[in-house]
């Protein structure tokens, strides 16, 4: 596609629902991550997939987040049992990875808002 | 562990004015840095690129630095307008992959 696209783009769960984030990288990007942004603040790294594998999970917050990207390409990022500080939004970036010469630039999409009553 | 910073974390210029942004890093071992902009409700816009070896790239209106020695990048808007008003962000692309965002400076540019 022309650039990332993340659904839903707003999504209101009850605490304790489980819930589910998609993100489409832009086509032939090898590297996703991705980043939880709550208001007022800039992104914190959650996770970062080169290709299918997941090379860092460390940002994410508790075992209740899980990410996965099983051919490479949409990834989706699951958060179970719902609760209120989960509330944010969730942002998916892209790019064509730091190898044979290319940059590394990150390509954002639009972001899921999610939030938890 | 990378750390990033930005000043002012909110500016508010009249329509016309040259300005400086600032990003502060703590690890000068980086790939790159990066500058983007958010509107509200929005994802982050990239703006510029500059590579560990380079010293600074332009844009149009727009010149990002870097000075990996000192930690710093700078962000210089010049003839800023009304439609500038937004959040400038500053990311550090760390080699142990992942991009480390400073908190953002909240740009008002007033007509």
């Known amino acids: 596609g022309a650039g990332v696209s993340q659904s839903p783009r707003y999504k209101v769960a009850k605490r304790g629902q489980d819930v589910a984030l998609r993100c489409d990288p832009i086509?032939?990007?090898?590297?996703l991550f991705w980043y939880q942004q709550a208001l007022g603040q800039g992104p914190e790294f959650l996770t970062y997939f080169q290709n299918e594998a997941q090379l860092d999970k460390s940002g994410l917050p508790s075992d209740r987040f899980f990410a996965e990207r099983p051919e490479g390409s949409v990834s989706t990022l699951k958060i179970q049992r719902t609760q209120q500080e989960d509330s944010a939004v969730y942002l998916c970036a892209s790019s064509l990875g730091r190898a044979s010469g290319y940059t590394g630039e990150l390509f954002f999409g639009e972001g899921s808002r999610l939030t938890v009553l | 562990k990378q750390e990033v910073t930005q000043i002012p974390a909110a500016l508010s210029v009249p329509e016309g004015e040259n300005l400086v942004l600032n990003c502060s890093f703590t690890?000068?071992?980086?790939?790159?840095l990066q500058w983007f902009r958010q509107d509200p409700g929005k994802g982050l816009t990239s703006l510029l690129l500059?590579?560990?070896?380079?010293r600074e790239q332009t844009s149009g209106r727009l010149n990002a630095s870097l000075d990996k020695s000192s930690g710093r990048s700078t962000l210089y808007i010049a003839a800023s307008q009304p439609g500038d008003s937004a959040t400038y962000l500053c990311?550090?692309?760390?080699?142990?992959?992942?991009?480390?965002f400073g908190p953002g400076t909240r740009l008002s540019v007033l007509p």
């Open positions: 500059i590579q560990s070896s380079q």
């Open positions: 086509s032939g990007h090898v590297s």
């Open positions: 690890d000068s071992a980086i790939y790159n």
């Open positions: 990311a550090a692309d760390n080699y142990g992959q992942n991009f480390v």
